[in-house]
Every structure is written in C-alpha cells, then in structure tokens.
C-alpha cells in the first residue's frame, strides 16, 4: 500500500541511520522528501541512493538561518510540507559530577532547542493532515547511568508533543513521538563493537537491537493517515525496553 503518496517530507539528520531508514521507507510510500544535515558529503550519498525523490540541504537544527534556508527550499520546490521528523540528535556520556556547561548547551541546543525550532519554522508550510514526528528515546522513560542531560533533553521532547497537541489544536495538524531503544546503526555498531552490541540486546525482552528500518517503518505509519487518531502519543520501537 502507498500511503504516502503525494506527501512532501522533511527529515532532519536524515543522512544516515533512523533518518535514512526513514526516507527510505517514504520514498517507497510515494513521498516526496528533504534531508536535513550537517555534512554534505553524507547528504551527497544519500541523495545518490535514494533517488529522484529526494533533495538534500545542509545545515544545523541549532541554527535559525540554516532552518530558514531549508524551508524556503521546500517551499520554492513543492509549496506545502505534510511531514515532518524531527529526527536530528546529539548525545554522549558524561557522568554526575563531571557535567559541564559545554556538554549540557551541546545536548540541549540540538535535542530540544532544535527540535522546537525545526517544527515551528515548517508550520506555515503545513495544514489539516499534517503529521510531526519527534524522535524521542527509551533514555527518556528510563534514565540511563552518564547519560544525565541526553536523558534530560528525551524526557523534554516527549513533553513537547504533549504541548504542541494542545497548541495545534483545530489545525489538523498530528504530533507524535517515536522512541527507539538501542538502534543497530552502522556508527552505534562501529562504536559498541560486537560485545557492547550483545549486551545492549540482552537488555531487551526481544535479546536483539532495533533494525533502522524497523524505525522507518514506524515513521511511515505515524507519517500515514494510518495513524490518524494519534496525537501526543509516544510510540516506543524499543522491544520492550522502557515497557517493563
């Protein structure tokens, strides 16, 4: 089934991982879609691969300039916007007692000061049917031992759904969060390695990590009107790891 056939998509850190996975999965579903990322190189890439149905812009989801450069793009080329996946994120360890300012304006600006500003600037791009996708993670339900503010920034965004139902209320216009847990990504396996991948996977009910593709999947049906009664929702993709 085509169910997103016709719709304009943008996907921030979209290059690579989840976000390529995604538009992978759009582009398949009859979407039309934007990638959003800081290294051209990636961007170039992934352009090649995904085909004619894709366009790329450069840029930073902390800088307001960059979004403006993005959306002015979308819509000089197609006119409205449907989607939106607000998938760019930033994260590393850094334990209680040794946090620094640095480290929390890194997460922060990124995470959740990125993603208010991805949505609000596609707004007046986007009408009745509109769907925004907000990558959450498991972190957010769960904490996780020096991931204080990565944690932090999750448990901000799954409130900022919970906000922008209300906000958006009357427009037609969907919110919702989707929170993998430890995804197989090709950076996350290169820097896990295979034990650190075996021991994320035993964590999980299911004993596996999450396939990006399994994330796209997702996407695509909280991009679809699939999902149509589903606004302030997390949808966890997690096997089971923040449910229990």
Do not use: C
Not at 112 to 136: C, D, N, R, Y
Not at 161 to 188: C, F, H, M, Q, Y
């Amino acid at each position: 089934m085509i169910r997103l056939k016709g719709k304009t998509a943008v996907i921030t850190g979209g290059a690579t991982g989840i976000g390529l996975a995604a538009a992978k999965r759009f582009i398949e579903e009859g979407a039309f879609v934007f990638l959003f990322g800081r290294r051209q190189e990636s961007l170039d890439t992934a352009v090649a691969e995904l085909g004619p149905n894709a366009r790329a812009v450069r840029g930073s989801v902390s800088d307001e300039a960059d979004l403006d450069r993005l959306y002015a793009a979308v819509g000089a080329e197609r006119g409205t916007l449907d989607v939106v996946f607000a998938n760019a994120g930033a994260g590393s360890p850094l334990a209680l007692g040794k946090i620094t300012a640095a480290h929390i304006d890194e997460i922060f600006d990124t995470n959740v000061k990125g993603t208010i500003f991805t949505v609000q600037k596609a707004l007046p791009l986007m009408g009745e049917g509109g769907s925004i996708i907000l990558t959450g993670s498991s972190a957010g339900t769960t904490g996780a031992p020096a991931f204080t503010a990565y944690s932090a920034s999750k448990a901000a965004v799954r409130n900022l759904a919970r906000s922008w139902a209300e906000d958006l209320k009357g427009t037609g216009i969907r919110v919702n969060v989707l929170s993998p847990g430890a995804t197989a990504t090709e950076l996350a396996k290169e820097a896990l390695g295979a034990e650190g991948q075996k021991a994320f996977a035993a964590m999980t009910p299911l004993q596996r990590m999450v396939d990006p593709a399994e994330i796209g999947a997702a996407a695509a049906f909280l991009a679809s009107s699939d999902s149509s009664f589903m606004t302030a929702s997390e949808l966890a993709v997690d096997g089971g790891l923040a449910q229990l």
